[in-house]
């Protein structure tokens, strides 16, 4: 896909001048997220395998971790907005299942998790950090549990917020409110940026935000709502408000 931007019919034009910060998503836009958990999960299962062998033999089984998952998100609907704890839960009653100490929950959550932030970037995403970080204060807003500072991006973020430490995530309005009001700014001051239609460009509308929607592959527009900016990448991105 080329380096081009467009603004969709019937959306309002992106206003430039208005933009005094950038607030960005983390997973699926400065790196692609399901190779990262598919190698994290290779680690888990190696850890298993050595500290909790049926438990691991559970797990090779086709849908179990994925029942398990499912049933713990049921069980502790508490946790939604928390992947980490999910996560765990769901390792821990892969134990019990298995016979196994549920305690060895934390520390092979804890191999999974290092594993986790141990991302490969798109080639974009470096140069735009920087670029854009030279122009506007940039502020993480994600629903995962990457960290900025173990990724190596933390140096172009003046701060960072995730669904598990403040409470709730996207697309709810209060925390692209909190990541505009970091920098001092009202939300409608801030342009969020982020690949998920419903969680970035509708909550960050919803919240007053402009959106900007980065889609690195062929997806339509389906809902009412429509961003200010379409991207194919992040360096259109730059292109686009540097225009």
């Known amino acids: 896909m080329t380096s081009v931007s467009t603004a969709p019919a019937g959306a ?28 994290a999960e290779t680690v888990l299962q190696e850890w298993l395998l050595r500290e909790a062998p049926k438990t691991a033999s559970l797990l090779l089984t086709p849908g179990v971790l994925r029942e398990l998952r499912e049933a713990t998100a049921k069980e502790r609907s508490d946790l939604a907005h928390d992947l980490s704890a999910l996560r765990r839960e769901s390792i821990r009653a892969a134990l019990k299942h298995a016979g196994e100490d549920p305690a060895l929950a934390d520390p092979a959550f804890d191999a999974f998790f290092a594993e986790r932030q141990r991302v490969t970037l798109y080639e974009d995403a470096l140069p735009a950090l920087k670029w854009l970080s030279e122009r506007y204060p940039l502020v993480a807003v994600s ?65 007053g935000m402009q959106a900007a929607w980065l889609v690195r592959d062929e997806r339509p527009w389906v809902h009412g709502a429509r961003p200010q900016l379409i991207v194919p990448n992040l360096h259109a991105l730059c292109m686009a408000l540097g225009a």
């Open 12 to 39: 309002e034009p992106l206003d430039i001048k208005r933009i005094s910060a950038i607030s960005l998503d983390l997973d699926d836009t400065l790196w692609p997220i399901w190779p990262t958990i598919e190698r």
């Open 143 to 207: 629903n995962g549990n990457a960290d900025i500072h173990q990724t190596g991006v933390g140096r172009w973020f003046r701060t960072a917020f995730n669904a598990r430490a403040f409470g709730s995530g996207k697309p709810h309005a209060p925390i692209f409110r909190a990541a505009a009001a970091s920098v001092g700014l009202l939300p409608k001051d801030v342009l969020h940026v982020g690949d998920d239609a419903e969680l970035d460009v509708v909550g960050a509308l919803s919240a």
